[in-house]
């Protein structure tokens, strides 16, 4: 499996740069979470990573193979992006939904093969949605539905999934459930995820790697606890009045013995 990488892009709207001289690279089997203040440019930069957004310059790249140079059903073979969209469609059932996910892959007459069928079953499976397979969308909690979206991209079985806050609106538990799910996929398929998040706790706890983003900075990577003891956590997140104590922030959450 080859790299999700960039060569000196630049992200943004027009002449609004949001970040420039972006380098990074997604490798297969690594959770990364994308961290930074509301309006920074997360989503801009997960856009634009999944060739929904162009750049406004350089490259995206697949291994040595460019974004710009692929076409749209072979990138959806290989970048599964979830966004935050509500997809107005809440009389379609579960999965349906995650049949969805097999779209590059059917023919023109839109029939499931053997195979489609297998890989949305595995997916409804390790996502454990089997309970809700039936019910409409319109019927799901906020939770269900997220999960339900996982599952949709999992069944799209892409080496990449990139994911716009797939937690917002989740409860505690329901939070610790979609990480451990991340780690899980990621261990099991060695896929590559990148998720833009504000859990800065349960990506300090989850992620292989952080990338930071700050205003007017270039984007700081690198594993939690030295990004820690670096300071740059902190920094990304300064405040006049408050200061973010990490020093028990990945004793938070435990696996029960
Ligand atoms: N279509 C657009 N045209 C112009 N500017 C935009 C557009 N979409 C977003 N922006 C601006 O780009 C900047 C980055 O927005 P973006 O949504 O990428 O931030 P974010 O880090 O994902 O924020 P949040 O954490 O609040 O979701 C913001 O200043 C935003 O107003």
Known sequence: MKALSTAHLSIGYGEK?????????LQPGQLICLLGQNGVGKSTLLRTLSGTQTPLSGEVMIGEEKLSNMDRKDLAKQIGIITTDKIGMSNMSVRELVALGRFPYTNWIGKESTEDKRKIQESIDLCKINYIEHAKLGTLSDG???????????????????????????????RIDMFGLFAAIKSKTQKAILVSTHELDLSLQFADQLWLMDFNSAIVSGDPA????????????????????LSNAKSMI???K
């Open 226 to 245: 030295s990004l820690i003891q670096s300071g740059a956590i902190t920094k990304i997140f300064h405040h006049e009045e408050y200061e973010i104590d």
């Open 144 to 174: 269900q539905f997220q999960k339900a979206m996982v599952a949709r991209a999992l069944a799209q079985d892409t080496d990449f999934i990139l994911m716009d806050e797939p937690t917002a609106h989740l409860d505690i538990v329901n």
């Open 254 to 256: 435990r696996r029960k």
């Open 17 to 25: 740069i949001i970040a420039s001289e972006v380098s990074l690279a």
